[in-house]
């Protein structure tokens, strides 16, 4: 069986966008059934629309499925790629987790492969916080943290997060291209391992 994977995101501008779609391509390639979905925008319209940016990257996203509790159901395992906010995750990624209290009572969350990416305005800008942050919220459900560690020769280019690739804003570059998809097979491989 293929394990089934749900790249999930929140970008207000496109950095987190381009991180999730550069995972969804590695994971399909390491050979997962892949969704990739993002979290609803909880800002009100006036926030988003005093700026152009913000404004225009919610019209790139339209044609991705917003995130439902099935998605996470559905997944053997789990990429998130949110930005950092104050040195913890975006809010409108919280307000998703927030809804997956019924799967986690049920426990349809635990035993399930996990790894995060960030990014933030400045590199210390509590990147690494982010991340841990979600696998915080990881833990609570019981899932199984896949970090990308220094087990690739990447990890000492890419700046060496090793709790999950992380970035300032704009384009992926090269190294992050093949950074994010290190840790996309990595998550694929131990997903398929907890499914055996």
């Known amino acids: 069986m293929k ?6 995101f929140y970008s207000a ?17 390491a050979g997962a059934d892949v969704r990739l979905r993002r979290c609803k925008e909880t800002a009100p319209d006036e926030a988003v629309n005093s700026q152009d940016a913000w404004r225009e990257q919610l019209e790139r996203m339209k044609d991705i499925p917003v995130a439902t509790p099935d998605d ?8 998130i ?25 049920n426990g349809a969350l635990a035993n399930k492969a996990i790894t995060a990416t960030t990014s933030a305005q400045n ?8 991340i841990q942050s979600i696998y915080t919220t990881a833990m609570h459900w019981g ?19 090793p709790y999950g690739y992380s970035c300032t804003p704009g384009a ?7 950074s994010v998809a290190f840790q996309a ?8 391992k907890i499914m055996n």
């Open 13 to 29: 501008y496109g950095t987190n966008h381009g991180i999730a779609v550069e995972a969804a391509h590695a994971a399909k390639a």
């Open 172 to 178: 992926l570059s090269d190294t992050g291209k093949k």
């Open 123 to 130: 590199p210390q800008g509590g990147q690494e916080m982010t």
């Open 143 to 161: 899932a199984i943290i896949v970090p990308p560690g220094y087990a690739d020769p990447i990890k000492f280019e890419d700046g060496g997060n």
């Open 72 to 79: 996470m159901e559905w997944s053997d395992g789990y990429f």
């Open 81 to 105: 790629s949110v930005p950092t906010r104050f040195g913890v995750s975006a809010s409108q990624f919280r307000a998703f987790v927030d809804t997956l209290g019924p799967l986690w009572q």
């Open 185 to 192: 097979e990595r998550l694929v491989n131990f997903t398929r």
């Open 3 to 8: 394990p089934k994977i749900t790249v999930l």
